[in-house]
C-alpha cells in the first residue's frame, strides 16, 4: 500500500469522526434562553392586580421551567417581584388604592432568562366616600355589636353593647351597653361602658350640640333607678365631653324597649315597644 494512500484514508477517517462527534453534540447545547411571554394582561381589584399571559413563541430547545415577574411604580422601572414555576397567572395583593403599578414578566429555561414580555399597567381603584374605617372591641374574647350611629359638627357617636370589656372601661356584669365618640378624623373622643349587672342593651343614639343621648332596654336595674318589671326602657344622657349627667329607666311590668331617640330644643323623645300598659309617672315625663 502506498504512503498517500494511506494518509488520504487517515484523513477521511478523522473527517468523519468529527462528523460524528458534531452531530452526537448534546442538543442542549444548541439550546438559548426562551423568548419573551406573550400577551401580557392585568385586572385591577380591591388592593390587588391579577396578571395573566401566554407562554413565548419559543421556548429556546429547551422546556419552560418558570417564570419571574416585574413590578414597579413609573414604566419601565420595574424590580423582580417574585419567582414563579410554570404557570402564567399571578395575583398581586397587598396594594395601595389609587397607585399605579407597572408589570412585565420573563420566562426561563435550563439556559436561563429570557427576554421580557410586553408591559402593562394597572390602577386598584380607590374607593370613594369612605375615609376611615375604626374596628373595637372588647379586650378579651367576647361579642361586640355596633346597633346605632349619631353624627353632629363634633364627630360620631356609635352605640352597642358588649359581654366583654371595652378597652379603658370596667364591666357591670352581663351584656353591658356602650356609647362612642370619635371626632372627624377617626380618633376616639371617648368610649363610656355602662350597664347594670344582668344584660343591657343600647340600641339607639342622638346627639345635639350639647348633650348625647342613648336608650334602649334593659332587664336589670340602674343605680337610683327603680325597675318597673321584666324588660325596661332606658334613656341616657352624656355631656358632650363624655360625663354622664343623668339615666332615666322606666316601663311596663312587661316588656319594654326604647328603639329611637331624637334631641332638639325642647327636649329629648323617646319611642318604642311595649308589651304591657306604660304609667305616665314622674320619671317618665322626665324621660320625655
Known amino acids: 500500500m502506498s504512503t498517500r494512500g494511506s494518509s488520504v484514508s ?3 477517517i478523522i473527517v468523519l469522526l468529527g462528523l460524528v462527534a458534531l452531530a452526537a ?5 444548541a439550546a438559548t434562553p426562551p423568548t419573551r411571554p406573550l400577551a401580557l394582561q392585568s385586572s385591577a381589584g380591591d388592593a390587588a392586580v391579577t396578571l395573566s399571559w401566554l407562554a413565548p413563541s419559543n421556548d429556546g430547545g429547551a422546556a419552560i421551567t418558570g417564570y419571574k415577574v416585574y413590578r414597579g411604580t413609573i414604566a419601565g422601572g420595574g424590580t423582580l417581584l417574585v419567582t414563579l414555576g410554570d404557570v402564567r397567572t399571578y395575583f398581586d395583593s397587598g396594594l395601595i388604592n389609587g397607585r399605579t403599578y407597572y408589570y412585565q414578566v420573563s420566562a426561563m429555561n435550563a439556559l436561563g432568562e429570557g427576554a421580557r ?3 402593562v399597567s394597572a390602577t386598584p381603584p380607590q374607593v370613594v366616600g369612605i375615609t376611615w374605617i375604626r374596628q373595637f372591641g372588647a379586650v378579651t374574647a367576647a361579642n361586640d355589636y355596633a346597633n346605632a350611629l349619631a353624627v353632629d359638627a363634633s364627630g360620631e357617636y356609635v352605640g352597642g353593647e358588649t359581654t366583654g370589656t371595652l378597652p379603658g372601661e370596667s364591666s357591670a356584669g352581663g351584656a353591658d351597653g356602650f356609647l362612642k365618640g370619635y371626632d372627624a378624623s377617626g380618633s376616639v373622643i371617648w368610649t363610656r361602658q355602662f350597664g347594670t349587672i344582668l344584660d343591657d342593651h343600647a340600641l339607639t343614639v342622638a346627639a345635639d350640640a350639647s348633650a348625647r343621648y342613648v336608650a334602649g332596654d334593659t332587664l336589670g336595674t340602674f343605680p337610683g333607678e327603680v325597675s318597673a318589671g321584666g324588660v325596661d326602657a332606658f334613656l341616657r344622657k352624656y355631656a358632650a365631653n363624655g360625663t354622664h349627667l343623668w339615666t332615666r329607666q322606666f316601663g311596663s311590668s312587661a316588656f319594654d324597649v326604647a328603639l329611637a331617640v ?7 323623645y323617646v319611642a318604642g315597644v311595649t308589651t304591657g300598659l306604660m304609667p305616665l309617672t314622674a320619671s317618665s315625663k322626665a324621660a320625655a
Open 10 to 12: 487517515a484523513i477521511a
Open 25 to 29: 453534540l448534546p442538543a442542549a447545547l
Open 117 to 119: 414580555s410586553n408591559e
Open 262 to 268: 331624637a334631641a332638639s330644643p325642647t327636649g329629648v
